[in-house]
């Protein structure tokens, strides 16, 4: 009994001497896509950043496939020391609802140590869309069900659901074309082939600079900054539809306490510099900042928001 309970302690002993040294070596910054993406992208805006304030190097690891959840798993498995970092999404909240045969539950594996950046959800539109604005948009496709195809990065990704979303707070009927990706959904909508598509802004934000799209409504609660012109789908019209996305930095659940608020304290130190503020701005995203206990409510939040709608379509992934 004696020597079990020397072990506990010098264990314990041996946890807390590990956090309080952390870090001691280079930290793994996992991303569960590839690169050139929004959750790619801001991966990349953190890495350097977390390292400056961490005293060591944060190294970025795509990790990418199966809607992100090869990337996921990994940082589920990986040891809960702290050396192994995910950029999160609501994709996490989503992979549970969506898959069925998950062999984890990042809802309950993984915490958010804190967020770092919201990025708007858009509605952009071809140029042969029939519609300049919001309003037109949402009359066309009332007068016209089915008539305007609405391409996705996937049967359930994000961009999917918003437009089941909006469907539903709109009382409209769009077809449904999914994609492998949001870039070749992109593709398409550049091309005309389809007509719309429910994207975070990022993904779309050179083609809106250039003038090869249009961009109608935001699903968030206020106008971005880097798009004041563009209305909210409140302003539109369509209530009840506030959808942002958001990134935050994730580790396995049982990793130290010390641990998790040493990280947490760096990222919500970052969001606070002007450089990242103009930098997010640049790309169409805003500082987010939440500790790890927003986070929590936050995702909890996400869960109830989603389930409902997942339950609606009635979408299970193998």
């Not at 069900?145 to 990704?157: E, F, H």
């Amino acid at each position: 009994m004696f020597k079990k309970l020397a072990a506990i302690v010098a264990l314990a002993l041996s946890f807390h001497a590990n956090a309080q040294d952390y870090p001691s070596k280079p930290i793994t910054l996992v991303v569960p896509f590839a690169p050139g993406g929004t959750v790619d992208l801001m991966g990349r805006i953190i890495a350097e950043r977390l390292a400056g304030y961490l005293g060591q190097p944060v190294i970025v690891n795509n990790r990418p496939g199966a809607g992100g959840i090869i990337g996921t798993s990994y940082a589920v498995k990986a040891p809960a020391d702290g050396y192994t970092l995910l950029v999160g999404t609501q994709g996490q909240v989503l992979q549970p609802l969506l898959y069925k045969n998950l062999d984890f539950d990042s809802n309950k594996d993984l915490i958010t140590v804190a967020t770092f950046a919201a990025v708007p959800n858009v509605l952009a539109v071809s140029l042969n869309t029939p519609a300049n604005t919001l309003d037109e948009f949402v009359a066309y496709a009332k007068s016209n069900p089915g008539a305007i195809n609405m391409g996705s990065a996937g049967i359930g990704s994000i961009n999917h659901l918003v437009g089941e979303v909006f469907q539903d707070r709109a009382k409209v009927k769009l077809t449904h074309i999914p994609y492998k990706g949001a870039a070749p959904a992109t593709a398409d909508l550049l091309s005309g082939e389809v007509q719309a598509l429910f994207v975070n802004l990022p993904n779309v934000m050179s083609h809106v600079s250039a003038g090869k799209i249009r961009l109608l409504g935001v699903a968030s609660e206020a106008r971005a900054p880097s798009i004041p012109d563009v209305p909210t789908f409140g302003e539109g019209g369509v209530k009840n539809a506030v959808l942002d996305s958001w990134y935050g930095v994730m580790v396995p659940a049982k990793t130290p306490q010390a641990v998790v608020k040493k990280i947490q304290d760096a990222v919500l130190a970052m969001t606070k510099e002007p450089d990242f503020t103009t930098k997010l701005i640049e790309v169409g995203a805003t500082p987010f900042p939440n500790d790890a206990v927003a986070s929590a409510r936050i995702m909890a939040d996400e869960l109830e928001l989603w389930r409902p709608v997942v339950k609606r379509l009635d979408i299970q992934m193998d």
